[in-house]
């Protein structure tokens, strides 16, 4: 992978929401089998309240590390999905981290590429230490994808979610500034 200035790669490149990408949001919202595999099956929402959610997302925030941004596909232009931060700890160096790429766009190294992206991001500019994923026990393709980026298994919640009428477990995921030097050197 190259990086442009840290955002780009040779597939993708993370840039802010902009209002129009709400009907690309509102139309991945219809994917309850995929919007399952990420949190939980959402209410359906108006086309103004997705408008507006994405809207709060495309802010640079002010006092935390916390955000939200676009993945782009370089070959078409369209957004295929996010990937962001919340829960940042400065204090103690650590992140909890995410990625949703829609359905239509799966298994083509767009989540790779932006995860890369994002972790070189808040280990090399922002100083943090760890990254933290937790993973839906039954979400194989997430926990292949964190494994092939180098995070480990730290733990694991049993029983924590319900979806689809089931239990399942909540995998914790890991992975530090030095594990990801060592596997993935800037280029």
């Given at each position: ?23 690309a949001?509102f ?24 408008r507006?959610w ?89 926990l ?11 733990g ?12 399942h ?13 060592e ?5």
């Amino acid at each position: 992978m190259t990086t442009t200035g840290g955002w780009q790669g040779d597939l993708v490149r993370l840039r802010a929401l902009e209002p129009a990408d709400a009907e690309a949001f509102f139309t991945a919202a219809a994917d309850t089998g995929a919007e399952r595999l990420g949190e939980r099956v959402p209410f359906p929402s108006s086309r103004a309240e997705t408008r507006k959610w994405v809207e709060s997302k495309g802010r640079v925030p002010d006092h935390c590390d916390d955000f939200t941004w676009g993945v782009e596909a370089l070959a078409t232009s369209d957004l295929v999905g996010t990937v962001g931060t919340h829960g940042c700890d400065r204090r103690n160096g650590t992140f909890d981290s995410g990625v949703y790429i829609w359905r239509s766009h799966w298994r083509k190294g767009y989540g790779h590429e932006a995860v890369r992206l994002m972790l070189r991001y808040c280990f090399a500019e922002l100083g943090y230490q760890k990254a933290l994923a937790g993973v839906y026990d039954f979400n194989t393709a997430s926990l292949a994808l964190h494994a092939a980026l180098g995070f480990v298994e730290e733990g694991r919640l049993r029983r924590n979610v319900y979806a689809a009428g089931a239990y399942h477990d909540e995998v914790l995921l890991g992975i530090t500034a030095e594990e990801f030097a060592e596997l993935w050197p800037e280029t």
